[in-house]
Nanobody
Framework: QVQLVESGGGLVQAGGSLRLSCAAS????????MGWFRQTPGKGREFVTA????????YYADSVKGRFTISRDNAKNTVYLQMSNLKPEDTAVYYC????????????????WGQGTQVTVFS
């Protein structure tokens, strides 16, 4: 069982930056592929990025490539999402998710989810 708690959301002007954090419970954090997803009202949940258990592999949606960076600190059981050059269309609730030892390029199979954190980008 893995419990995930996101933090760091907020209100930011277009072009600005924000860093989200996701703290995970459990002693086997490094065996989990971690992902970030986002959702807006009326739309389904959208994959944003993922990182392998070791941190060696990452995968990004085209919409955020070059602007967002995912990283993790296994000693702190935490995964981060650094968001830069934010756009109003990045406004969404951002969710952290975990799945056991699966490919970062597979956007399905996430078993554990956080409660989400709101990111609002205004122009």
């Amino acid at each position: 069982q893995v419990q995930l708690v996101e933090s760091g959301g907020g209100l930011v002007q277009a072009g600005g930056s924000l860093r989200l954090s996701c703290a995970a419970s459990g002693r086997t954090f490094s065996t989990y592929t971690m992902g970030w997803f986002r959702q807006t009202p009326g739309k389904g949940r959208e994959f944003v990025t993922a990182i392998s258990g070791s941190g060696a592999s990452t995968y990004y949606a085209d919409s955020v490539k070059g602007r967002f960076t995912i990283s993790r600190d296994n000693a702190k059981n935490t995964v981060y999402l650094q968001m830069s050059n934010l756009k109003p269309e990045d406004t969404a609730v951002y969710y952290c998710a975990a799945k056991w030892m699966d490919s970062v390029a597979s956007t399905t199979g996430y078993r554990y989810w956080g409660q989400g954190t709101q990111v609002t980008v205004f122009s």
